[in-house]
């Protein structure tokens, strides 16, 4: 019996038929006694006794003749007999019958005050011992046929008891299916899942889409199961596309500078092949720049390389990396102040400036606990990225501010450009390595897409959070939101 469904439906059925069959037992059992049969059905022949006793005391044979003495059980038989009424001296009175056939009943009654089921041929007896107003003892004896039919105890309440062990047949197999479907749901989005089908979803069979997180809807342990699966499983599709989308960025990224090395090599080679040629003639000295200008590109690809590899490695660092190994107090103020000297060198070259606001920040609770390699790079790559897409002649705006929440205050550091922002569904995807807005990935619209990942994850790793937004009068606004130091 391996299957859930079956084991919890004969659970909770035997349990339910376990207490019918209880309280069947205790309704038999309560009727059972002496007592109770005395009380109901010889309570009637005492008083037919007593109403027949009176009337002979009072009017003889006539009037006890008038007093109804046939009381058939089902439809009125042949067995059905008057019943017999004996005086004191055990003299059968007003029957032209002979007394002696019913002589030991007679004195059964007198010995033990009734008398059940006595049989007689085809009939039953039942006595029962009444007393005149004088306190003589008559006896009264009761003829009747047994039923045609054979009499089922408690048989007006068999259609109802079938009807109650249906009806808990029906809840018990609802309330089962209820429990065990979603367990068989989730074995087959699992096994789909598990054979490479990452869009593998469990529906609950009522819509629960609109549940959110600690919701009351989500307090149901089974629904609470299905939710969290579907989020493992979207997980799973996002990281799985999130590695197929790296793997061809990467590719596309090493292949670029590679290509260009090759091609670089190949004139090399050309240029050096002519320069031999023409080394006894005035050409030369054109054919030696025009190699050094190749040996120079092939040198610029290399270093290239060389710094996306550099940010892959730290990139892969920080992902497989869970907890600082060594942290120290840091100051965000003097972290920017430090970059400020070789961000505005690189702002010249582009025509803009950076600048850092004191006033704004001189207030601001700056200190947060950490690796101060790691805060500075993340910052430097925003202000990187704000410099490669601001507009030229205009300013790059970093600032410090500190934010109180319950849990504690919040250093913020805030960089602004004067670019032209970024679509609103792509604000959260910026932060993804190798994301770039331009699917043509020109050299000249910005790095590789790693330093916002990098960022990202260095933020993340020190309990912060970072998030970009479109500033009301264009530009791109990110913010860097750090626990601020005990």
């Not at 032209?96 to 005050?113: E, F, K, L, T």
């Not at 989020?231 to 090493?254: F, N, P, T, W």
């Not at 004191?358 to 790691?374: D, F, K, N, P, W």
Request: net charge positive.
């Amino acid at each position: 019996m391996r299957s859930t469904f079956l084991k919890l439906f004969l659970a909770f059925w035997t349990i339910e038929a376990l207490i019918f069959v209880s309280t069947l037992l205790i309704l038999v059992n309560q009727f059972r006694t002496t007592e109770a049969v005395y009380t109901s059905a010889f309570a009637q022949m005492e008083s037919n006794a007593r109403l027949s006793i009176r009337a002979y005391e009072t009017g003889g044979c006539a009037a006890l003749k008038a007093v109804p003495s046939i009381f058939p059980i089902d439809t009125p038989a042949p067995g059905d007999q008057p019943a017999l009424l004996f005086d004191p001296q055990n003299h059968l009175l007003c029957q032209n019958i002979s007394a002696a056939p019913y002589a030991q009943r007679v004195a059964q009654v007198r010995r033990y005050g009734y008398m059940v089921h006595g049989q007689n041929s085809q009939s039953y007896m039942q006595g029962v011992l009444a007393d005149n107003e004088r306190g003589q003892h008559y006896v009264y004896i009761l003829r009747g046929s047994y039923p045609r039919q054979i009499y089922i105890p408690y048989r007006e309440m068999l259609p109802r008891l079938l009807i109650s062990l249906v009806v808990s047949l029906i809840v018990t197999f609802v309330i089962t299916l209820m429990m065990t479907r979603p367990i068989g749901l989730l074995r087959a989005a699992a096994r789909e899942l598990a054979q490479g089908n990452l869009r593998a979803r469990v529906e609950w069979p009522r819509r629960s889409s609109g549940v959110r997180r600690g919701s009351r809807a989500e307090k149901d342990e089974l629904r609470g199961l299905v939710l969290d699966f579907n989020e493992m499983a979207e997980r799973l599709e996002q990281l799985v596309d999130a590695q197929k989308l790296l793997l061809r960025d990467v590719s596309h990224e090493l292949r670029s500078p590679l290509a260009r090395l090759s091609v670089a090599l190949e004139l090399a080679r050309e240029e050096a092949d002519v320069a031999a040629a023409k080394r006894d003639s005035g050409e030369s000295d054109r054919a030696c720049a025009l190699l050094r200008d190749q040996l120079d590109r092939i040198g610029r690809e290399t270093e290239r390389l060389n710094d996306l590899i550099g940010q892959l490695l730290g990139l892969s660092s920080l992902e497989s990396t869970r907890k600082l190994a060594q942290t120290e107090q840091v100051s965000l103020r003097e972290v920017v102040r430090e970059l400020l000297p070789d961000m505005e060198y690189e702002a010249q070259r582009r025509g803009c400036r950076v600048a850092f606001d004191e006033a704004q920040s001189a207030t601001a609770g700056s200190t947060v606990l950490g690796s101060r390699m790691l805060l500075a790079r993340a910052v430097e790559n925003v202000i990187r990225n704000a410099i490669a897409y601001t507009s030229e002649g205009s300013t790059v705006t970093v600032s410090l501010r500190t934010e109180e929440r319950l849990i504690g205050d919040v250093a913020v550091v805030v960089v602004k450009d004067c670019g032209p922002g970024v679509p609103e569904d792509q604000l959260q995807a910026i932060f993804r390595p190798f994301h770039r807005l331009d699917l043509a990935r020109q050299r000249s619209t910005g790095g590789y897409g790693v330093g916002l990942a990098i960022t990202e994850r260095a933020i993340r790793l020190h309990g912060g959070e970072v998030k970009a937004s479109n500033a009301a009068g264009g530009g791109l606004t990110v913010e860097m939101r750090l626990p601020v130091a005990a």
